[in-house]
């Protein structure tokens, strides 16, 4: 059964910081991972979607790591600014559920970033 | 383009009663998928639907039911419903047929059961 682990579960941080959020996954047959971000009470927008054969993936300020073979991804965000304040999420969608679309989620890591 | 749109957006229910909520895909996304989200469990998924087939189901009780329409619209039901059933519900639809193509979510239906 694939299990999702983002480690911290809340993050502090000064504007102006770059940063790093952690995602680890327990079974390496996936066929893609998304980030997503949660502002409070909304929905999750995807912010980048890595396919398993790919390393990473780049938007804007943010990049996307990902390592299938050690069940970790990242996700580093430069230069943080109040606004990228939200729970980040990272999901998984596993390559062994045939055509289905079913993502395993974590639980997310709350960030905050202090003007 | 129109995002995923979700209605109601709040509800306030009592034990015992049934609600239904809406989900009205991107145009031309035939995919449909539905998670509640708890502060507790995270985001846990319901159920999947495409060309009005349940594709998957995840492990919630059979007093949560789904179905998919003709034009991808789709609504779920809760029965019966129970303090713990107060969460968000969120959907997202996605292009189905392409193993990369990202979901992309609504803004969710917060239900409260008293």
């Known amino acids: 059964k694939q299990e999702v682990t983002q480690i911290p579960a809340a993050l502090s941080v000064p504007e102006g910081e770059n940063l790093v959020l952690n995602c680890s996954f327990t079974?390496?047959?996936?066929?893609?991972l998304q980030w997503f971000r949660q502002d409070p009470g909304k929905g999750l927008t995807s912010l980048l979607l890595i396919q398993s054969s790919q390393r990473e993936q780049t938007s804007g300020r943010l990049n996307a790591s990902l390592d299938k073979s050690s069940g970790r991804s990242t996700l580093y965000i430069a230069a943080s600014q109040p606004g990228d304040s939200a729970t980040y999420l990272c999901?998984?969608?596993?390559?062994?559920?045939?055509?289905?679309?079913?993502?395993?989620f974590g639980k997310g890591t709350k960030l905050t970033v202090n003007p | 383009k129109a995002g995923v749109t979700q209605t109601p957006r709040y509800l306030i229910k009592t034990r015992g009663q049934q609600v239904t909520l809406s989900c009205s895909p991107i145009?031309?996304?035939?995919?449909v998928s539905w998670y509640q989200q708890t502060p507790g469990q995270g985001l846990q998924f319901l159920f999947e639907y495409f060309s009005e087939t349940q594709r998957n189901k995840g492990n919630f009780p059979g007093r949560f039911s789904g179905r998919q329409f003709s034009n991808s619209r789709s609504e779920m039901n809760v029965s019966t419903l129970e303090l713990g059933d107060s969460a968000l519900y969120l959907c997202?639809?996605?292009?189905?047929?392409?193993?990369?193509?990202?979901?992309?979510f609504g803004n969710g239906t917060r239900l409260t059961v008293t």
């Open positions: 079974d390496s047959a996936i066929y893609n």
């Open positions: 999901a998984v969608r596993p390559g062994t559920q045939g055509g289905s679309e079913k993502l395993v």
């Open positions: 997202a639809s996605s292009l189905s047929g392409v193993h990369n193509s990202p979901l992309h």
């Open positions: 145009s031309g996304h035939r995919s």
